[in-house]
């Protein structure tokens, strides 16, 4: 069991802190849940930055009510948790950063689902802690960012994650990183985020100087 207690408790606190999203950081988690979608006779049509209004039923071609869209990720993670695929290039770059950087990956996927997702991550190459979350990820990031005396980076996909995580544990840098080149194309940078990078080669590089000039 991996409780957020437990990762505080054997965090090195000298050295910088690095908090992961999975899903559009790490994992390719829109294109896996499209593929889903579709075997469920729903269509995600990306017109905009959100599920929410973007998901059809392709026999009556009508928007998907919210308590069906929240039913079909629920089924989703059910089924498909062990199987999303790896965003190109993030294993390589996070092992490479794992000479300097403690991570965690924090997910907001269902709390039944966190080892199933751990295990899927450490297959795909990121063997790090994961902690499963519900809701904003700035209480927990403040847990964490306490736990080491030197600097914290938050990397996710989503605006108010990044503007909760900017709310509660000030101080943090914050990287607005969407990993779909669809998605990434519908937004801008997060109004809280400090840098808005796409590429995990390109990120790693950042995250080196960061660490380089923060000593
Ligand atoms: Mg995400």
Not at 132 to 148: C, D, R, Y
Request: charged fraction near 20%.
């Amino acid at each position: 069991m991996t409780s957020l207690a437990h990762v505080t408790a054997v965090l090195n606190p000298d050295r910088p802190l690095l908090i992961v999203d999975a899903d559009e950081v790490l994992l390719r988690f829109v294109e896996h849940l499209e593929t889903f979608f579709l075997t469920e006779g729903f269509e995600l049509r990306l017109t905009s930055f959100q599920l929410s209004g973007n998901i059809y039923c392709m026999q009556s071609n009508e928007v998907a009510p919210p308590a069906k869209v929240k039913q079909l990720i629920g089924l989703f993670f059910a089924n498909c948790v062990d199987t999303v695929p790896a965003v190109p290039g993030a294993a390589d770059a996070l092992k490479n950063l794992s000479d300097r950087y403690e991570i965690i990956v924090l997910t907001n996927v269902p709390h039944d689902c966190r080892a199933r997702r751990e295990a899927a991550l450490r297959e795909l190459g990121f063997a790090y802690p994961v902690l499963s979350n519900a809701g904003e990820k700035g209480p927990a990031v403040k847990t964490l960012q306490a736990a080491t005396t030197r600097h914290t980076t938050f990397v996710d996909d989503l605006p108010p994650q990044l503007a909760s995580v900017a709310s509660h544990a000030p101080g943090t840098h914050l990287v607005h990183f969407v990993a779909d080149p669809r998605l990434a194309a519908m937004i801008d940078q997060a109004p809280d985020a400090h840098v808005r990078i796409d590429h995990w080669p390109s990120l790693q590089v950042h995250l080196e100087n960061l660490a380089a000039a923060t000593k």
